[in-house]
């Protein structure tokens, strides 16, 4: 694998989001939020599978039960590939509208985070919750905008959750009753830099995020400071995941959206699916447990 990042499967995404190494089918699955279609990705054949998803669709993850759990902006659904069905397990903000599911994580218990937000992208109406056995919890963590993330640490006592209009990302210790505890600020992103997109923490408990139109990918050390930062042919870098057999080579998802005529012109691979050498593994990533 190039250590700098090269695009793998065309599939010019408008706004490419969520990337999962599922590694029961040795793939690496992630949603395209816009154009509502969830998308799978075959390293070893080098092709690629969609499903359309019958409203914008923020999130998917796998389930102890064999299957996924998509987060639409109706709800979280469960979603069975072999048919393309999805059916409606909980519907968190029925009474907002003009929300939508954004970004998630699986904690080492099985429990599911994730977040929503103001799909007008102006309202602080971005609330985090977890679903664990059919119990789902909001947060109560401070509302913002666009959520991004959660991502857990390695020991599953850290909760990494981003303010990415804020340009912030932040930390929460989960207690042992999963109570959430002692929240700080872990980095903000400097001006002209971007906006921190999906967090990711890899197996020695860095942090990585996307940066939107910051052109690049950063690493951070577990006290929040600038390790690495690589950078891509295109503008939008929306999230970072480690996949194969061994967990060490970085995927990336890439948007489309926001950029002009112009600019998708001279950014050709904008949207597309990207790998590169991270020089670090991940972190086996638990199936959720949500009934």
């Not at 996307?210 to 690495?228: E, H, N």
């Amino acid at each position: 694998m190039a250590p700098q990042p090269q695009s793998i499967w065309g599939v010019g995404a408008i706004l490419g989001e969520g990337p999962v190494w599922v590694a029961r089918d040795a793939a690496l699955w992630f949603v395209d939020i816009k154009d509502r279609r969830i998308h799978r990705f075959d390293p070893e054949l080098g092709v690629g599978r969609s499903w359309d998803a019958p409203a914008q669709v923020g999130w998917i993850v796998p389930t102890d039960d064999g299957l996924f759990a998509a987060g639409l902006q109706s709800g979280v659904h469960r979603f069975d590939p072999a048919s393309g069905d999805f059916t409606l397990l909980h519907a968190p903000e029925a009474h907002l509208p003009g929300n939508r599911l954004n970004d998630a994580a699986v904690d080492p218990s099985g429990g599911l985070w994730f977040g929503s937000m103001d799909d007008a992208e102006e309202a602080d109406s971005g609330r985090f919750y977890r679903l664990h056995k059919g119990v789902l919890v909001e947060s109560g963590l401070a509302r913002v905008s666009i959520t991004n993330g959660p991502a857990l640490s390695p020991h599953g006592r850290s909760l990494y959750h981003t303010d990415t209009l804020g340009k912030r990302i932040w930390r929460t210790r989960i207690a042992d009753d999963g109570a959430l505890h002692d929240t700080s600020l872990f980095v903000e992103i400097e001006e002209g830099a971007g906006y921190p997109d999906g967090p990711t923490v890899d197996a020695e408990g860095c942090l990585w995020t996307g940066l939107f139109a910051g052109w690049a990918a950063r690493r951070y050390d577990p006290a929040g400071k600038l390790m690495t930062e690589v950078r891509f042919p295109v503008a939008n870098v929306t999230k970072i995941a480690f996949g194969g057999a061994d967990l060490s080579v970085g995927y990336a998802t890439t948007a489309r959206k926001g950029l002009t005529d112009r600019q998708l012109v001279e950014q050709p691979l904008a949207g597309d699916l990207f790998a590169f050498d991270p020089g670090v593994r991940g972190l086996p990533g638990p199936l959720a447990a949500i009934s």
